[in-house]
């Protein structure tokens, strides 16, 4: 959105600077899918520098509080978003919670790990948007378990079309600190890539399962 539009340079650039994501066309990287892409990602860098974790927090509270108003629980995403939703929940002065990827295999078997009631209103806190599908699979629980969810927030999508089309069929409004096209335009503007990359990067970002292949 366009009033985010500062926070979307600047995330990307904060992200090119500490390395949470790389890009080199030369010698791509294979995705847990088995994907080759030219682009990884690791946010869970941004823990690792306090000026760039404050950012990201800041930006995150002022989403919520702009888009979701105050929501009764801050819930993380398991594990990359776990640290980032209790940042933020400290901020808001809100209980945490979190949903693993799957249930626990002992004791109580728990999916949710936290106290979310039957009713509640919950933001979710994600690092990182691919396919959309394990943070579906996070709203999902929640709502299963009678929770509200107002939306999810990130910092990073790269904006595939079976995202957004999760999203939109999911009917839970999501908010990221920046994407795909703005992570690019702030890699040519700092010398990342060069522009003549451009093409290249952009035709990954339409097919990736095809890509180097």
């Known amino acids: 959105m366009k009033k985010y539009s500062d926070a979307l340079l ?18 791509p990287f294979t995705w847990a899918s088995g994907w080759k892409s030219p682009i ?41 978003a776990i640290a980032h939703a209790a940042l933020v929940a400290q901020d808001m002065g809100l209980p945490l919670a979190y949903v ?3 249930p626990k295999d002992h004791g109580l078997t728990n999916l ?26 996070a709203v999902e629980a929640l709502r299963n378990a009678g929770c509200n969810v107002k939306g999810m927030v990130a910092i990073f999508t790269y904006g595939f079309p079976v995202a957004e089309e999760g999203f939109a069929k999911a009917k839970c409004p ?10 690019l335009e702030q890699a040519v503007e700092n010398n990342y890539i060069n522009e003549r990359d451009l093409p290249q990067l952009a035709k990954w970002r339409e097919a990736p399962e095809k890509w180097g292949k």
Not at 112 to 126: A, C, L, N, R
Not at 174 to 183: D, E, G
């Open 174 to 183: 999501l908010f990221t600190l920046s994407h795909y096209n703005a992570l």
């Open 112 to 137: 949710i790990e936290g106290v979310v009631e039957k009713g509640q209103s919950v933001v979710v806190i994600e690092d990182l948007i691919s396919t959309g599908g394990s943070s579906l699979k």
């Open 100 to 102: 693993r990827s799957a």
């Open 10 to 27: 600047k995330t990307a650039e904060y992200l090119l600077q500490i390395k949470a994501i790389k890009l080199n066309l030369q010698k």
């Open 40 to 80: 990884y990602c690791d946010n869970r860098k941004t823990l690792s520098y306090p000026a760039v974790r404050t950012y990201i927090r800041q930006q995150f509270v002022g989403i919520i509080n702009d888009e979701f108003g105050s929501p009764d629980v801050i819930v993380g995403v398991a594990t990359g």
